[in-house]
């Protein structure tokens, strides 16, 4: 069981692993770019970049990074393999504290619930913390219960080398001291000192501890601002956070924190999903998923009970401890509750429902075969609300928007582009948006600054990504005719405080010499078309459009626009209007000899019928709605269109 437990994990955090959710996003791609500074020898104890971060996610990424090279994959992987690998110590855990039901249960939980499952799908430092308190535990609860003096010793000196490694996962961590501290009061008001204390065992656990955190903790010392920059930007000390009445914001986030498990979990999309993905995500104040779904309900509220009334338990005393201590830094912060600075809460909470379940699956007054058909049935449900709730999160566009998924597709396309052509690259998407530089890091491009203009005539297959909401002239002045320009808009982007979202670039792929495709129609001797058309599906066409200007422009002449019909016997079947490549290219930039253009795809009300329906193109003086004719090889009128058959 324990096997298909984690086979589990592992199919749930490894499945499009690369892909959903898209991305990478900021804080992955900067773990991208340290991780290949540590390739190239640049090692280091804390990354300081980025508000800093602990180390050893980044060195598992480099790993990672050395095998798959730079890619969105590369940068999860190591979340995702240790995400389904920490299956076992929270089985060890929860077996040692509650029972071999309750380990079992524990372990499915942390297999399928959708927290740790996102944790697990994301390459983000915080997925190892609550990996790391479970295996220090575990060999702490251990080391505990063993009689023999010198493996006692030996286990004591794990578990504090462990918890000390701890500190180099998460920021966290830090709050963990104070957990120990508060349990070992316990101990002592329980009647339990000897049990600290005999043997040395505390000064094993000190020594490993102390080992490990040393070399963290001393350069941390030197620099207290490595501690303290981050913090200080979202405490609820801040009065920019806590609006000048840090008491209140404090009580506030106290609400929000315990609501978490059942109520209301994190708003921030990138974190969670939220419980409406039609109504909610526009809304001004969305509602994150609770930590556990309907169906784990119960089982959590069931578990937290037993605690309580069983708090002389350690295990059970622990465990509260556990949760009051580890919500501190979504307490004490803004956006609570935020589940990466609640992930310490991990997997502690799992706790809480596997002990519900398990007195279920336990409880003799019900016959053996009802009750643990239910606890399958719960877990069944639970795991089939996981599955829904990511596969709708994971497919959503304002998800794309957060995990700045624009960006990625740039990247992508760079690297994609024709062999042997140059790449250029307005510098404001390397410096603006950090998964460029990893995801192009053994990509050649070169960076400009527009009001510089492209570094020389483009004399070779060219691709260029600008900027297209400045001015944009220097494109057609590095263009020399005859050449052909492609234009491609890109994917939707929108920051997290921007309101409406915006076509993050545009791509211009620019090839020397005359378009192969012959001309389809003179219009008014202004504009030469060349126009091709093919099935993609048999409900979309693709349109691909060629102008090329007679004469030069002025940037002041009016464009005309153009209009693409698909019409069929019983009417419109889709059109796109716009002016010529959707006024991408400078008005003052069309020429003799260069034929810009781009490629439209468009949907069909109905699967296309050869035999019947057919693609009408042409132009049009926006002011008056009049037609430019279409003119023969003499100059004169033969239609006010020009129509095609797609191929395919």
């Not at 690998?85 to 929270?90: D, E, F, K, R, S």
């Not at 600075?341 to 379940?357: E, M, S």
């Not at 219009?523 to 058309?533: E, I, N, S, T, V």
Request: proline share 9%.
């Amino acid at each position: 069981m324990l096997i298909l437990v984690i086979g589990l994990a592992a199919g749930l955090r490894f499945y499009r692993l690369g892909v959903w959710p898209p991305g990478p996003y900021r804080d992955e791609a900067y773990n991208g770019l340290d991780a290949l500074g540590v390739l190239r020898g640049e090692h280091a104890l804390f990354f300081p970049a980025n508000n800093g971060r602990e180390p050893i996610y980044i060195y598992l990424v480099a790993l990672s990074v050395a095998l798959l090279g730079p890619t969105t994959l590369a940068l999860r992987l190591p979340a995702a393999l240790i995400g389904a690998l920490a299956t076992l110590p929270v089985w060890l855990l929860g077996r040692a504290w509650f029972g071999r039901a309750a380990g079992l249960l524990a372990a499915a939980l942390w297999a399928i619930t959708f927290w740790p499952v996102h944790l697990g799908r994301i390459g983000l430092r915080v997925g190892l913390l609550a990996p790391a308190l479970a295996l220090a535990f575990g060999l702490g609860t251990r080391a505990y219960r063993e009689g023999r003096v010198a493996r006692r010793a030996a286990l004591w000196l794990a578990a504090g080398l462990v918890y000390g490694l701890s500190f180099y996962t998460y920021l966290a961590a830090r709050f963990t001291p104070l957990l120990l501290l508060l349990f070992a009061i316990y101990l002592i008001a329980t009647g339990r000192r000897a049990r600290l204390w005999d043997g040395g065992r505390v000064l094993w656990f000190a020594a490993g501890a102390a080992l490990a955190a040393a070399p963290l903790g001393i350069l941390l010392l030197r620099d207290p601002a490595l501690i303290l920059g981050r913090a200080g930007q979202v405490s609820i000390l801040s009065p920019a956070v806590s609006g000048g009445n840090p008491l209140g914001a404090l009580l506030d986030n106290v609400g929000r924190a315990l609501g978490l498990y059942l109520w209301r979990g994190d708003a921030i999309l990138r974190h969670n999903a939220l419980l409406s993905y039609d109504a909610v995500l526009k809304a001004d104040n969305p509602i994150g998923r609770p930590a556990f779904d309907l169906f784990m309900a119960v089982p959590f509220l069931i578990g937290l009970g037993w605690c309580v009334w069983r708090w002389r338990r350690p295990a059970a005393a622990f465990l509260l401890l556990w949760q009051l201590v580890m919500l501190g830094p979504t307490i004490l912060a803004e956006d609570a509750p935020h589940f990466l600075r609640a992930a310490g809460i991990l997997p502690g909470a799992i706790f809480f429902p596997a002990i519900g379940l398990a007195l279920l699956w336990e409880w003799g007054r019900l016959p053996a075969a009802p009750r643990r058909a239910a606890v399958v049935l719960l877990l069944a449900g639970s795991l089939g609300l996981t599955v829904r709730d990511y596969v709708r999160y994971a497919q959503q566009p304002d998800t794309a928007f957060v995990w700045e998924a624009a960006a990625a597709e740039l990247a992508r396309s760079a690297r994609a582009a024709p062999a042997g052509a140059t790449v250029y690259l307005d510098r404001r998407f390397p410096e603006g948006w950090p998964s460029i530089p990893f995801l192009l890091n053994d990509r050649a491009t070169t960076p400009f600054d527009p009001a510089a203009g492209l570094p020389g005539a483009l004399d070779g297959p060219t691709v260029v990504y600008a900027w297209p909401y400045g001015a944009l002239d220097f494109l057609p002045t590095a263009v020399s005719a005859p050449a052909r320009v492609i234009i491609e808009p890109g994917p939707l982007a929108r920051g997290d405080l921007e309101p409406e979202p915006y076509s993050l670039y545009t791509r211009y792929e620019i090839a020397p010499g005359s378009p192969a495709m012959a001309a389809s129609a003179d219009f008014a001797g202004q504009f030469a078309l060349r126009a091709a058309a093919r099935l993609l599906a048999p409900d979309t066409l693709s349109v691909e459009l060629l102008w090329e200007a007679a004469a030069e422009r002025s940037p002041d002449e009016p464009l005309p626009q153009v209009f693409i019909h698909v019409t069929g016997p019983d009417g419109l079947l889709a059109q796109h209007d716009g002016p010529p490549a959707d006024g991408l290219w400078p008005a003052g930039g069309w020429q003799p000899g260069l034929a810009v253009g781009r490629q439209y795809s468009l949907r069909l009300t109905r699967p296309f019928d050869p035999m019947r329906d057919q693609v009408e193109i042409g132009l049009y003086w926006p002011d008056t709605g009049e037609r430019l004719p279409v003119v023969d090889a003499r100059g004169q009128a033969v239609d006010d269109k020009v129509v095609i058959r797609p191929e395919g």
